[in-house]
């Protein structure tokens, strides 16, 4: 089907929404005592803090829509995850309105993803990595020109 990544949770196909919200848990879990753990360097400034609550507020989306598919019992084979990029799409593009006007592209490449995606439902999981990887290197990239001494930000 294209998508032998995705295809790990069940023969033939996409793992379902239960699945789905375990590794959004996992993720997000991470991720959150990570910048706990690393508070003292990276939460350094009002752009990274504002950075990252945009981050684990877009993955906590993601895990709430996975929740809703799985808790109405959809077929995420079928169905993909077009709806969750294109909460990506709209939480980079609030991220650009307020954080850096770089998160445009990660809006761009979520939106892209999340049309594909309703056409092809195995490219979500394509998408959602993509999306993700663009939107953390646009972050790293406008915190590192937010960090430089002619331009701090407020702590």
């Given amino acids: 089907t294209g998508s032998v990544a995705w295809s790990a949770g069940r023969p033939g196909g996409a793992p379902g929404y239960g699945t789905a919200v ?17 508070r003292r360097h990276v939460l350094v400034n009002r752009f990274s803090r504002h950075a990252a609550s945009l981050m684990l507020v877009t ?69 959602s990595l993509s999306s993700i990887a663009v939107a953390s290197a646009v972050l790293a990239w406008a915190s590192r020109a937010h960090r430089g001494p002619e331009r701090p930000l407020e702590a």
């Fill in 22 to 38: 375990v590794i959004d848990v996992a993720f997000t879990s991470v991720v959150a005592f990570g910048l706990w753990l690393a």
């Fill in 59 to 127: 993955m906590s989306a993601s895990g709430a829509s996975h929740a809703i598919g799985w808790l109405r019992g959809d077929d995420a084979e079928t169905l993909g995850d077009a709806t969750t990029l294109l909460t990506f799409a709209v939480a980079f593009a609030v991220g650009a309105l307020g954080l850096t006007p770089r998160l445009w592209a990660a809006a761009g490449v979520a939106l892209a993803s999340a049309i594909a995606a309703a056409v092809y439902p195995p490219w979500s999981l394509v998408g």
